[in-house]
């Protein structure tokens, strides 16, 4: 049931198309359309909510298990380390309640990166004209006898793979729009989107949520 409140999520927050959808989730186009047709969300049941001894701890464990996230993975405490800790601050609940809290903390935390994320999944197919990509990378060339740094533009367009790179002395707005500019000529057209890294050229701030 959770599949089904992804496909309305991918759908109505993400405007996704639905062949999109389905090639993300691996579920047909006409599975995914009966879904959304239905307006089809997660049920929910009358049961009653049983207090659990993790639950004045369960914030703290969080905040833990997203510090130690952060960390290389030699560098991580593990679940048995975690569940002394919190004994130490009175818990007295068992190791297997602390560890299926981790389990379900990292289902959620690797769903939300799949599913939202911050723009960092680029899906592999690409219809024609859909999307370029573009980047900036650094080399070196002999200029005048002497070795100069240079600024790669790279612009690559998503379908076909055809692709275009310039240098230029800087990574300044000027050599962005003017390597756009060359790219779209070589190319005969502009594609309907471009796909960016967080470079400081093309992105001058990221806001919260919608922003």
Known sequence: MGLLNIIHRMHNRQKLSIREIARLTGELRKTVTKHLAANTIEPKFATPE?????????????GWRKTEAGKLRKQRRTVKQLHADLVALAFTGSYARVAAFSRSWRADRQREQQTTGRGTFVPLHF?????????????????????????????????????????????????????????????????????????????????????
């Open 50 to 62: 049983l207090a659990s001894k993790l639950d004045p701890f369960a914030e703290k464990l969080a």
């Open 127 to 211: 219809d024609p004209g859909e999307a370029f990509q573009f980047d900036w990378s650094e080399d070196f060339a002999v200029l005048g006898g002497e070795r100069t740094k240079l600024q790669m533009a790279h612009i690559k367009l998503s379908h076909s793979r055809a692709f275009l790179m310039r240098a230029y002395p800087f990574q300044t707005h000027e050599m962005l729009f003017d390597a756009h500019w060359h790219a779209f000529r070589v190319f005969g057209g502009v594609p309907a989107r471009g796909i960016y890294d967080n470079m400081k050229t093309a992105v001058d701030r990221v806001g919260r949520g919608k922003e």
